[in-house]
């Protein structure tokens, strides 16, 4: 599955518990502009209301040969899930204070897919520890390649 955009930040400063798949509800601009890599992850996040999920804050820039009928950069986009899962998202994310986070925009079958992730945030000595287990490896592999 080639990957449209990845938000690098979220693994960083969230630990993801669980992965969704989801459609989302775009116009033809936006797809066209998805299409060439224009998505931009800053703050992003997603939130159920009335049953359905939201994006928010996700800025799909606009589509350069697109005429007055443009779409806005960062407006509020649906997230297509069945309803069991929209379900079990909202009592896992209550119960636990999970944040709903997209992690990628890719393509499968030619649909524009998002993976969104139920994370929890890290506090400052999590990032801490991580960097230091990466630093190791990369000293470990420095010294079995010689």
Do not use: W
Request: contains cysteine; proline residues 2%.
């Amino acid at each position: 599955m080639p990957d449209l955009a990845k938000n690098k930040k979220a693994c960083h400063n969230y630990q993801v518990l669980d992965k969704y798949e989801c459609g989302i509800v775009l116009t033809g601009t936006e797809v066209k502009s998805c299409r060439l890599h224009n998505i931009n992850f800053v703050d992003a996040y997603a939130q159920i209301q009335d049953g359905e999920v939201q994006l928010y804050n996700v800025h799909i820039s606009e589509y350069k040969e697109g005429n007055r009928e443009n779409h806005e950069p960062k407006r509020v986009r649906k997230l297509l899930l069945h309803k069991a899962e929209i379900r079990k998202i909202a009592s896992n994310t209550q119960k636990k204070g999970l944040t709903l986070i997209p992690l990628s925009f890719y393509l499968k079958k030619g649909k524009i897919k998002v993976c969104l992730g139920a994370c929890k945030g890290k506090t400052k000595s999590d990032k801490r520890e991580v960097m230091k287990k990466k630093q190791v490896e990369q000293d470990l592999k420095r010294i079995i390649s010689g």
